[in-house]
T-cell receptor, first 111, second 110 residues
């Protein structure tokens, strides 16, 4: 069966510090991968998606970036965090049909 | 007009009640409909997936789609305190992205 992992689970970082969040998927090949941010009262915001290694589409212009160095690995990064980057970051995968499956999430607090 | 509208609630019901959760959407090209359940501080969990008008049942859960009215519903029968969570609808066309509602917060009281 398929499993999706995210780490770290929680993170507290000062403004201006770098960020690296990692997502890995097991039990499937060539999935579509997604990064979302969920802020209180604002719903799920799609940040990036990837249909293959090295292929990244950005949905929202901001100081975040994403990379997909391996088929089942998706990384979310920032060089300098802003207070507004605080939120709950979710990774998701999708195979041949349209439903997406989410990871456990990373709760980021920027102080 | 937002593509997917969902009443945020909160919705509070007694244990055993039938719960009705709803979303409306604006784009008639949407063809695929999902409901997710999200417990506090957890990732969303897929509950139901359907792509046709009508009803789909899974245990205590029934998903209903009315494409002519652009209206979808999730019914929960014999609600339990463990059903207390936020319920998100998600709708898609043939592209890569899902369009999510903001979620309805449900509380089932013993």
């Amino acid at each position: 069966s398929q499993t999706i992992h995210q780490w770290p689970a929680t993170l507290v970082q000062p403004v201006g510090s770098p960020l690296s969040l990692e997502c890995t998927v097991e039990g499937t090949s060539n999935p579509n991968l997604y990064w979302y941010r969920q802020a209180a009262g604002r719903g799920l915001q799609l940040l990036f998606y990837s249909v293959g290694i090295g292929q990244i589409s950005s949905e929202v212009p901001q100081n975040l970036s994403a990379s997909r160095p391996q088929d089942r690995q998706f990384i979310l990064s920032s060089k300098k965090l802003l207070l507004s980057d605080s939120g709950f970051y979710l990774c998701a995968w999708r195979s041949g049909t349209h439903e997406q499956y989410f990871g456990p999430g990373t709760r980021l607090t920027v102080t | 007009q937002k593509e997917v509208e969902q009443d945020p609630g909160p919705l509070s019901v007694p244990e055993g009640a039938i719960v009705s959760l709803n979303c409306t959407y604006s784009n008639s090209a949407f063809q695929y409909f999902m409901w997710y359940r999200q417990y506090s501080r957890k990732g969303p969990e897929l509950l139901m997936y359907t792509y046709s008008s009508g009803n789909k049942e899974d245990g205590r859960f029934t998903a209903q789609v009315d494409k002519s009215s652009k209206y979808i519903s999730l019914f929960i029968r014999d609600s339990q305190p463990s059903d207390s969570a936020t319920y998100l609808c998600a709708i898609a066309n043939s592209g890569y992205a899902l369009n999510f509602g903001k979620g309805t917060s449900l509380l089932v009281t013993p």
